[in-house]
């Protein structure tokens, strides 16, 4: 096998604990994942019990050669992207550790954790308030964005 | 921002899971421990180990390209405690014989290189704390103008000979300019 880079290195280990032991309603496309490291699908399934019961999302993970340094680029994509105060029509997604706050000791699978709590806790189906302005005016990488995070009520 | 919580929670909740995974047999167990010994950034066995105030793991090169990413806000990667260069003591284990300093390996950034984008507020030059730009691109200004106003529709060549009246003429009035323009930057600082 070629020598891998560092990234690489990272996410094939990744990959292989989030296929053995993955967190709860989370399940990463490995087939896929492992012809191209860079580009991840995550399938998602909305909690027992939460306002997304019963529902099924897919998460797109994008990752640079620069990371766990550089965050990887999430949204959602497919037919169902989830009714939320901080997911956009579009599937981009208002959430501080996927900018500002991330850090290498995050993950694949922190990012999903942190994405199925913040639906979870989730009272009200709505989307963001500036939603057709963000959705007509963004640029197509949510990491272009300069987010203002919205509070944490929600 | 709740949303930072949550990383540290789910954080955790991973630290838990994989903690789960690791007992039983004997081999599960050593593959804990092994585990606890990972660099918190490239998730290998940690190289030129360093351990941060707070007590977190990393290969002195993961951290110090951490350190580099964002050298504004240095944090430690998993608990956001302060950290720097001067704050992680090197791990020398048993196989170390030269015992050297694996910060000493990585080169010292370059100096000056790294600005945070985010600071350009638009008008560089014209804050507070920037004086030396302020008076020089100021100072600068009428100048140009003088002269070439000065110059403008003016047939005959440039300089004129050394020692002529017209050249006595030439110096007399470039002075003028010059401290009309040196009023001019002090009415600037001063009014
Ligand atoms: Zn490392
Ligand atoms: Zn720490």
Redesign the interface.
Known sequence: MAAMS?SE??LQ??LM?LMK?P?PGVTVDGEQASQNLTLWTVHMEGVPGTLYEGEKFVLQFKFTNKY???SPEVTFIGSNIPVHPHVYSNGHIC???LTD?W?????V??VC??IV??LSSCKEKKRPPDNSFYVKTCSKNPKKTKWW?HD?SV | ????S??Q???S??AG??GQ?GSGSGSEDEKRDERMLEC?????TARDAVVSMCG?LFCWP?LH??LE?RPSRQ?C??C?AAISRDKVIPLYGRGNTKQEDPRNKVPPRPAGQRTEPENNSGFPGFGFGDGFHMSFGIGAFPFGVFTSTFNFGDPRPSAAPRGTAQYEEEQFLSKIFLWVAILFVLWLIFA
């Open positions: 560092p290195r990272r280990k990744e604990s032991e967190p766990p340094f550089d959430l501080s550790i706050d850090s290498p000791a995050l993950s699978q922190s954790l942190s709590s913040m995070y944490d | 921002m709740a949303e930072t949550e990383a929670a789910s954080a909740g991973q899971a994989s995974a918190n950034i490239c998730l290998d977190h993961c390209q951490w990413t944090v990667p998993v956001k």
